[in-house]
């Protein structure tokens, strides 16, 4: 099983061939489009979902007492989310490299919370990577630059028995996405032998 997740930095309904070359069974897409227009070209066999928005600026998170809206989410949706199996992918738009002490939003207590539903970042434990430490970028910041500002914020996780089953985990390459126009984002890219 593929799982592609890529934050297309909008308009969908143009970039929507570059994304199915991948050839994912399940596509997480953050920022795709305004709803109607990729309804327009919309192909039978897709499968629509309802977006959730997890950026802690648009969230209104100003206070260190408020937790971010993924932690706000897990707790919503813990039962649902620990009834079997599930993914939860996309644009988080957070790192543990902006963790400020005693800040509810931190990342690495939505990390946490994640473990504690089973579930583990893909990227970090198949390259044996620490959160804040990754060696590839998922976003090219504000100048789409290769050797601009650059950050990890795009993120699959999976449930812990599927970890190791995982075969593959890449990263799209900065030339192929990002050069090439089409987002500020590289797509994860993961392999699952299930």
């Known amino acids: 099983?593929?799982?592609?997740?890529?934050?297309?930095?909008?308009?969908?309904?143009?970039?929507?061939?570059?994304?199915?070359?991948?050839?994912?069974?399940?596509?997480?897409?953050?920022?795709?489009?305004?709803?109607?227009?990729?309804?327009?070209?919309?192909?039978?066999?897709?499968?629509?979902?309802?977006?959730?928005?997890?950026?802690?600026?648009?969230?209104?998170?100003?206070?260190?007492?408020?937790?971010?809206?993924?932690?706000?989410?897990?707790?919503?949706?813990?039962?649902?989310?620990?009834?079997?199996?599930?993914?939860?992918?996309?644009?988080l738009n957070n790192n543990v490299i902006w963790d400020k002490p005693g800040w509810r939003n931190n990342h690495n207590l939505a990390v946490a919370a994640l473990a504690s539903l089973g579930?583990?970042?893909?990227?970090?434990?198949?390259?044996?990577?620490?959160q804040g430490g990754e060696s590839r970028p998922t976003l090219y910041w504000r100048d789409r630059r290769k050797d601009g500002l650059t950050y990890h914020i795009d993120y699959v996780f999976l449930p812990d028995p599927w970890i190791r089953k995982v075969k593959e985990l890449r990263l799209g390459r900065f030339e192929d996405w990002c050069g090439a126009g089409l987002s500020d984002h590289v797509p994860v890219i993961v392999d699952v032998g299930l």
């Open 1 to 91: 099983m593929r799982i592609v997740a890529w934050n297309c930095n909008m308009a969908l309904d143009r970039k929507i061939e570059v994304l199915l070359a991948l050839k994912p069974d399940i596509a997480i897409v953050s920022e795709c489009a305004e709803p109607d227009r990729l309804r327009f070209r919309r192909k039978p066999d897709w499968v629509e979902s309802k977006p959730v928005w997890a950026q802690n600026a648009s969230a209104g998170i100003t206070r260190k007492r408020q937790a971010g809206p993924l932690r706000r989410a897990l707790a919503k949706y813990k039962e649902f989310i620990s009834a079997g199996p599930g993914i939860l992918a996309g644009d």
């Open 119 to 130: 579930l583990l970042s893909a990227y970090h434990e198949f390259h044996g990577e620490q």
